[in-house]
């Protein structure tokens, strides 16, 4: 099972003056893609890799509700997230990135603390 990751994003219809702004959060899953390889070899091996690719987007909340409760504005806003999807795709990977960094950090302070307790009460 993968990961989900959320993003909240303000949505902006209208031009350089918008006539509608929605605050919605969505919930997504990464597929980490592959790293180029076989570069140095015969050309049969070369594979370009792929990209980390954003999947599975689910709108969450709209405006702080939930779906349900404004069910009108979900085909608006998932055409808008359509038409933003390289810049949305970039911050939403970024998101990613940011909460598996911290996430990591927090692993790695409590395995510290764990083993400064261990060392101060003699547990084995």
């Known amino acids: 099972m993968s990961r989900r990751y959320t993003y909240s994003t303000c949505l ?3 031009g ?31 594979d370009p890799g792929s990209p980390a690719e954003v999947e599975d987007i689910r709108v969450e909340s709209i405006d702080g509700r939930s779906v349900e409760q404004s069910p009108g504005l979900l085909i608006p806003i998932l055409e808008k997230l359509e038409d933003l999807h390289d810049e949305l795709r970039d ?3 970024a998101e990613a990135a940011e909460r598996d960094v911290a996430d990591a950090d927090e692993a790695a ?16």
């Open 12 to 14: 902006n219809w209208g």
């Open 16 to 46: 350089d003056v918008p006539t509608a702004e929605i605050e919605v959060t969505v919930s997504f899953t990464v597929s980490p893609g592959s790293p180029e390889s076989g570069r140095f070899g015969p050309p049969e091996l070369y």
């Open 91 to 93: 911050a939403m990977l």
């Open 109 to 124: 302070d409590f395995a510290r603390r764990s083993r400064i307790d261990d060392a101060l009460t003699g547990a084995a």
